[in-house]
DNA sequence: TGTCATGTGTACTACATGGTACACGATTTT
DNA sequence: AAAATCGTGTACCATGTAGTACACATGACA
């Protein structure tokens, strides 16, 4: 699935139910011409920067995460987080790469619970 | 520190023992201009490209990741392997923000040495 | 002393990114 | 039937990225 397929099809989901959600009201609601987001659901065009995807993925409540990797991008954030400390983190994430997501989700699951 | 300053401190305790190791030289192994490079030394342009990094890094026997980080950028294997499962490395990471590095490296341990 | 390598200044460039502006025909609404 | 709304096509644009090309003054060195 595009970034540009999965967007239409959310919007089209909240539009069955809620006609606010046409390209247009939508467009304008994240503050794009109209013509851009169209030509972003079909395409046409390069998924749009991370601005504009997180605010889509906010009127269309949809994971923000899970957009931006759609769209071929890692969180600002989380490059942060890497950057503060990149061995640390690039070795840890190269053991994780084919871990079972069980796995990560228990790692995770351990450190909030802070025994560390 | 910056990535120019960083840069060229290592390319100069390089040349003191290997006199290889001038702008010039080093410029024409990695394949860029000499001028290019002596501006990226003094910051006067942005970092390079992350290919180029890499070949700075291995010129330089420092650490492509570390590099990388200083450049502002993050390593495209980072993202590939984020962007693989993009909420389930998002939760870990936010977690990790602000542990120790001890605890991030005893998880890496743990993964490598295969129990989960 | 002439040659050669060194570092750097200036000017320019190709391509990518992230959009805007606006008109058009079709459909819907009133 | 008129007015509003809809999705989309075409054209254009500003800024950023990642460099190249080449000349120049300086210092080493044989």
Redesign the interface.
């Known amino acids: 699935m595009t970034f540009g397929k999965y967007i239409r099809n959310a919007r089209e989901n909240r539009l069955s139910e809620d006609r606010t959600f046409s390209v247009r009201q939508v467009a304008q609601r994240i503050g794009v011409e109209p013509s851009y987001l169209s030509k972003i659901e079909r395409d046409q065009v390069a998924p749009p920067s991370e601005a504009t995807v997180r605010l889509l993925a906010g009127e269309l409540g949809e994971?923000a995460?899970?957009l931006?990797?759609m769209a071929?991008k890692?969180?600002g954030?989380?490059?942060n987080?890497?950057?503060?400390?990149?061995?640390?983190?690039?070795?840890?994430?190269?053991?994780?790469?084919d871990?079972?997501?069980?796995?990560?989700?228990?790692?995770?699951r351990?450190?909030?619970d802070g025994d560390?």
């Open positions: 994971d995460d899970l931006l990797a071929g890692v969180s954030d989380l490059r987080i890497i950057m503060q400390r990149p061995q640390l983190f690039a070795e840890l994430l190269r053991q994780l790469k871990a079972p997501d069980h796995a990560i989700e228990s790692v995770a351990e450190i909030r560390w």
